[in-house]
T-cell receptor, first 112, second 114 residues
Framework: KNEVEQSPQNLTAQEGEFITINCSYSVGISALHWLQQHPGGGIVSLFMLSSGKKKHGRLIATINIQEKHSSLHITASHPRDSAVYICAVRSSSGGGADGLTFGKGTHLIIQP | DVKVTQSSRYLVKRTGEKVFLECVQDMDHENMFWYRQDPGLGLRLIYFSYDVKMKEKGDIPEGYSVSREKKERFSLILESASTNQTSMYLC?????????????FGPGTRLTVT
């Protein structure tokens, strides 16, 4: 079973700072997802990556398949970015439940 | 837009009660999931279903059962609620088209068992 580790678990930063959240996994994957969960519970998908880099607004996600590592960056952070960010991987071997394995999440707080 | 809805946002039940959590998706997805989310543990899969009347145990099925009588609806049942089942419960549905995969989540039900 794939193990997904995220760091840091908790991160508090000032508005405007550049934020990096890291995710590493243990076995080969077909895709990696970054999810965002705001207070109140709802989870939305930010990115799905299988290689390289994707950008959406102030959010950038990168993945290094050889190193089994992905990063989520937030530029010019804002208090509305405060949320839990979750990394999830889909194993290349497939398996039950679509083979999706979740990290424990990074709780980000951006202070004004 | 894909929509996954859950019957309640907040629920308070007593120990020993039978609890039903309902989930409905409107995009004809075949796969549906029930997770619970606890601080420090992340999302853990309870059960999933890949078709009507089909179900598979996830990582933590003990104390739970599920029902999928219609494609759009996936129900989670706590046969006899216990305090250690106090948690946030999230439903999701997913689709796979070629190499594209997306999982959509409902808003969650925060269940408190007293």
């Amino acid at each position: 079973k794939n193990e997904v580790e995220q760091s840091p678990q908790n991160l508090t930063a000032q508005e405007g700072e550049f934020i990096t959240i890291n995710c590493s996994y243990s076995v080969g994957i077909s895709a990696l997802h970054w999810l965002q969960q705001h207070p109140g519970g709802g989870i939305v998908s930010l990115f799905m990556l299988s290689s390289g880099k994707k950008k959406h607004g102030r959010l950038i996600a990168t993945i290094n398949i050889q190193e089994k590592h992905s990063s989520l960056h937030i530029t010019a952070s804002h208090p509305r970015d405060s949320a839990v960010y979750i990394c999830a991987v889909r194993s290349s071997s497939g398996g039950g439940a679509d083979g999706l394995t979740f990290g424990k999440g990074t709780h980000l707080i951006i202070q004004p | 837009d894909v929509k996954v809805t859950q019957s309640s946002r907040y629920l308070v039940k007593r120990t020993g009660e039978k609890v039903f959590l309902e989930c409905v998706q409107d995009m004809d997805h075949e796969n549906m999931f029930w997770y619970r989310q606890d601080p420090g543990l992340g999302l853990r899969l309870i059960y999933f279903s890949y078709d009507v009347k089909m179900k598979e145990k996830g990582d933590i099925p003990e104390g739970y059962s599920v029902s999928r009588e219609k494609k759009e609806r996936f129900s989670l049942i706590l046969e006899s609620a216990s305090t250690n089942q106090t948690s946030m419960y999230l439903c999701a549905s997913s689709f796979i088209v070629g190499s594209s995969y997306e999982q959509y989540f409902g808003p969650g039900t925060r269940l408190t068992v007293t």
